[in-house]
């Protein structure tokens, strides 16, 4: 127990950082996922090739290597971008992949009679999407979106690979000075835990109150 | 100059992958194994050439008598057994690095191992399992490996969690620059300089003390600090002197500057509660550096970088903690 409580400023800052990596990255995540599930359902075949191309690519990568690439083999092109920078634009892109699955499911739950509707009187693909369809499909997939959002905070404790100091850093480093492993990584751990518990509980609430009962 | 010194390092990323490449299929089991190692060099007789240590050097050391071995010990369980587990690490050249054509592991680190591993059994029979330094102690404490050997500092907090045999090898931290880097001289030089170190090594809790002001990023492994340094993540690399040579070595493009600027002292990690198990290292330690077999170790591997013969070897018991 003294092993976490002589360093919980530094535990704090990397918890910090952990927060805003998650709020950076589920943001960024979100408006790609609305986009790419847009493009896959999109009316020009061309559209819907670029978002199943890109689904299919980030899907089909460990996290973990694009991170190394993104950081390692960028700035041998010349291309060079803060730490921070990277680990919240790889896990962004790559979790936007899931998200707009995710969207695509809840799109699909959209009766067709809705599209049609929307056409009949006279709305234009981007209206009827804005309109009607994207507010109808995004309440139906709530929970799963949340539970991405979950798996996206784990995921960004690979930051620390590539240098970023978020939570599990910040253990890695007090670990060093205490030797007590299951002490520290239980203390972080626990953390992860909370943070993953309110954003059930953000999600459960968004459910109730946003939720279209079929 | 721009495309030259693109295509430069494009030329690097390829041969990186390669590598990788090759290490994975070695690990896999693809990589025949040649036993011995890499061939001798002609004209170096007595060392296995580079970073390897010689096959005679295996024949001649010590093994332990079965008056050294009591039953229900701990040795007696790893020759029952017939191999020694350790962890320890693949990609640390010099140390413990995992050679991609033979699938052996060589270096300093590793070499210890299957002496000791010879020591107990009668021939070098080792198991490596790669660790994270993070999960050091709790492999040792659970006996998931009977010890770790990868350049372990010995510290008093640590000792209260393991026990350390040793120490088998002392160093300290350096500092590595780019090679057209002329203003960084020593470690006093990175006041306000952004400090490139590896994540849980002793450079994350010592440059704080040793350079005031100086700003910190940490990388995973070696090689990704290494690559941190040459693509100027950061002005230098504060490493251990070892492994920052090696890595001088294999890349042109960095250098080390100044000598070391703390004293590590690298121990064998054992299980805490097993005072009988670290008297039996100790006394084989001892052992070895009495009949030269050390010295020879530290040429062929670790000596193969670092001008000068072999350095005496650390007093065992003479680190805080050992």
Redesign the interface.
């Known amino acids: 127990m003294e092993a976490l409580t002589a360093h919980l400023s530094q535990l704090g800052h990397g918890l910090v950082t952990t927060v805003e990596l998650t709020v950076v990255t589920t943001v960024g995540a979100m408006l790609l996922g609305i986009v790419v599930a847009t493009l896959r359902i999109a009316p020009v075949p061309l559209l819907r090739a670029i978002g199943t191309a890109y689904v299919e690519v980030f899907q089909n990568l460990p996290l973990l290597a694009l991170l ?1 690439l993104f950081v ?2 960028l ?4 291309i ?1 971008f803060p ?1 921070f920078t990277s680990a919240a634009i790889v896990i962004a892109v790559y979790e936007g992949a899931y998200l707009a699955e995710a969207i695509r499911a809840g799109i699909n739950t959209v009766g067709v009679g809705q599209a049609e509707a929307a056409r009949a009187i006279g709305l234009t693909f981007g209206q009827s999407l804005r309109h009607v369809i994207l507010p109808q499909g995004l309440r139906a997939v709530i929970q799963p979106i949340g539970n991405i959002c979950i798996a996206l905070l784990m995921n960004t404790s690979l930051a ?4 970023v ?1 978020e939570l599990t ?1 910040a ?3 007090v ?8 002490a520290v ?1 239980t203390g972080a751990g626990l953390a992860y835990m909370l943070l993953a518990l309110i954003i059930g509980q953000v999600t459960g609430l968004l459910e109730r109150r946003l939720a279209i009962v079929r | 100059m721009s495309i030259l010194k693109m295509s430069f390092t494009g030329r690097r990323s390829l041969a990186l992958t390669a590598t990788a490449v090759a290490v994975t299929l070695a690990a896999a089991g693809c990589g025949g194994d040649s036993g011995g190692g890499a061939p001798t060099l002609p004209g170096n007789p007595g060392l296995g050439g580079d970073g390897v240590v010689a096959q005679s050097v295996y024949d001649a050391a010590p093994v332990a008598t079965d008056a050294d071995i009591p039953a229900g010990s701990t040795m007696e369980a790893i020759r029952k057994r017939g191999y020694l587990n350790i962890g320890g690490s693949l990609d640390a050249p010099l140390l413990a690095q995992q050679n991609p054509v033979s699938g052996t592991i060589e270096g300093f680190d590793a070499d210890m191992a299957k002496l000791l591993a010879k020591y107990i059994i009668g021939k070098p029979e080792v198991k490596t399992t790669t660790i994270g330094t993070q999960t050091r102690e709790a492999m040792l404490q659970a006996k998931s490996v009977d010890a770790v050997f990868q350049t372990y500092t010995i510290t008093p907090q640590r000792a209260t969690q393991v026990a350390f045999a040793g120490p088998y090898l002392t160093s300290g931290l350096a500092v590595g620059v780019r090679k057209d880097d002329t203003s960084i001289k020593s470690v006093k030089d990175l006041a306000g300089k952004t400090v490139i170190v590896g994540a849980n090594t002793p450079a994350v809790t010592a440059l704080p003390s040793a350079a005031p002001g100086s700003k910190q990023i940490a990388f995973g492994t070696d090689p990704q600090a290494l690559q941190a340094l040459l693509q100027k993540r950061g002005d230098a690399y504060v490493q251990d002197f070892t492994l920052l040579a090696s890595g001088a070595k294999a890349n042109p493009g960095m250098k080390v500057v100044g000598e070391p600027f703390t004293t590590e002292a690298y121990g064998i990690g054992l299980n805490k509660e097993d005072a009988q198990f670290k008297e039996f290292v100790n006394n084989w330690l001892k052992k070895i550096q009495a009949d030269g077999t050390w010295a020879k170790v530290w040429e062929g591997t670790l000596g193969s970088v670092v001008e000068g013969g072999a350095p005496t070897p650390p007093a065992l018991g003479s680190a805080d903690g050992s």
Do not use: D, K
């Open positions: 190394v390692f083999a700035p041998t092109i010349g060079t730490l620390a690979a590539v240098g100091v850093q253990a890695n480093n670990n060093l000075v205490e030797a007590q492993p299951i990584f």
